[in-house]
């Protein structure tokens, strides 16, 4: 059994995570918004490793940190943040994605933060919205200058 990976794959990942990671450290420079946060860092990865995974389509992507964060707002607003606030939120936050049929496990690590942080509401936009939009729209520039690299695979 072959279980090499093509140097061509390897290559064309490698590049897609670098362009999209330089996107969101780019956007975060020039505008001073805290788009670079771990999580948002790690669907840049998830586009450029599984660009047609389903947790990688634009519709996870955003519903899903966006289904975490409000559910670890909340669960924060009462708990206050903690580590045992974070652990419960980032592990509540895989009931709603999944029933939005929205799985995206960077999701969870938003939630965490949320947990930990307890940020203001406003965190939905900035970077939450923000940050996943500029993923996705990297994510969909990149599928059109790398060959190989189809993003998104679906819009639903």
Do not use: C
């Amino acid at each position: 059994m072959n279980t090499r990976v093509p140097l061509k794959s390897v290559a064309t990942a490698t590049a897609a995570a670098l362009a999209g990671l330089l996107l969101l450290a780019a956007v975060t420079s020039a505008t001073g918004l805290a788009l670079f946060a771990l999580p948002f860092a790690a669907t840049a990865g998830i586009v450029a490793l599984a660009p047609a995974a389903p947790f990688a389509q634009p519709r996870s992507i955003i519903l899903g940190h966006l289904s975490a964060t409000v559910l670890a707002l909340a669960i924060t607003a009462v708990a206050g943040p903690s580590v045992w606030t974070a652990a419960v939120a980032a592990a509540l936050s895989t009931a709603p994605m999944m029933l939005l049929r929205a799985a995206h496990p960077p999701a969870g690590a938003t939630a965490a933060l949320v947990g930990l942080t307890a940020p203001e509401p406003m965190y939905l936009v900035n970077p939450v919205v923000l940050a996943s939009v500029t993923v996705i729209v990297g994510g969909v520039l990149l599928g059109r200058l790398l060959p190989g690299h189809d993003y998104p695979a679906s819009w639903r």
